[in-house]
């Protein structure tokens, strides 16, 4: 079942360790860089009932589309990753030393959810700057061609304005 959240009922969290898995089909993460998630992305998340909350360890795997920031161009990307998290409903472990994030449980609510969980592993696998190949050669500052698919007049006759002078200049044989 696709979904656009991921949350796990209360009511199947019982005692010990739980294991889900679920197709998450986000419709927006907020982040710029992607484009577009093609198809649903795995999450697998791991609860471990506790007295006081729940340890929450997600798994995230799956392909986004990316936008290249040099050349503008889609292209597909892998990403994955795991983020341990404490869920409670106790505000004072907020400023706990536990390790990973402390996430408040709002009473209200009626599951677990863990999709602020799989949107960090997204905001940590996928780069600020994505490029479509470590050489890419982005597009041609003065007509906008991309340098990666054909290259243009201008890129041969970008040479500095200084040197013009001496294009004047002519040796007798
Ligand atoms: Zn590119
Ligand atoms: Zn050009």
């Given at each position: 079942m696709r979904r656009k959240t991921v949350a796990i009922p209360f009511?199947?969290?019982?005692?010990g360790r739980v294991s889900f898995h679920f197709d998450w089909h986000p419709e927006?993460?907020?982040?710029?860089?992607?484009?577009?998630?093609p198809e649903p992305l795995n999450v697998d998340a791991r609860v471990t009932v506790l007295e006081d909350g729940y340890l929450v360890r997600v798994f995230l795997s799956g392909k986004v589309g990316l936008v290249c920031c040099r050349c503008g161009g889609g292209f597909l990307a892998a990403v994955s990753g795991e983020v341990d998290t404490f869920h409670t409903t106790?505000?004072?472990?907020?400023?706990?030393?536990?390790d990973g994030e402390v996430r408040l449980i709002?009473?209200?609510?009626?599951a677990l959810d863990i999709t602020p969980d799989a949107v960090d592993i997204l905001v940590l696998s996928v780069s600020a700057k994505p490029l479509?190949?470590?050489?890419?050669?982005?597009?041609?500052?003065?007509?906008?061609?991309?340098l990666n698919k054909e290259s243009c007049a201008c890129s041969r006759e970008?040479?500095?304005?200084?040197w013009d002078a001496l294009k004047q200049i002519t040796f007798d044989e």
């Amino acid at each position: 079942m696709r979904r656009k959240t991921v949350a796990i009922p209360f009511t199947s969290l019982n005692e010990g360790r739980v294991s889900f898995h679920f197709d998450w089909h986000p419709e927006s993460t907020g982040m710029s860089q992607i484009a577009e998630i093609p198809e649903p992305l795995n999450v697998d998340a791991r609860v471990t009932v506790l007295e006081d909350g729940y340890l929450v360890r997600v798994f995230l795997s799956g392909k986004v589309g990316l936008v290249c920031c040099r050349c503008g161009g889609g292209f597909l990307a892998a990403v994955s990753g795991e983020v341990d998290t404490f869920h409670t409903t106790d505000r004072t472990q907020l400023d706990g030393e536990e390790d990973g994030e402390v996430r408040l449980i709002d009473p209200r609510q009626e599951a677990l959810d863990i999709t602020p969980d799989a949107v960090d592993i997204l905001v940590l696998s996928v780069s600020a700057k994505p490029l479509c190949s470590e050489d890419c050669k982005g597009l041609c500052p003065h007509c906008g061609t991309d340098l990666n698919k054909e290259s243009c007049a201008c890129s041969r006759e970008q040479t500095d304005p200084r040197w013009d002078a001496l294009k004047q200049i002519t040796f007798d044989e």
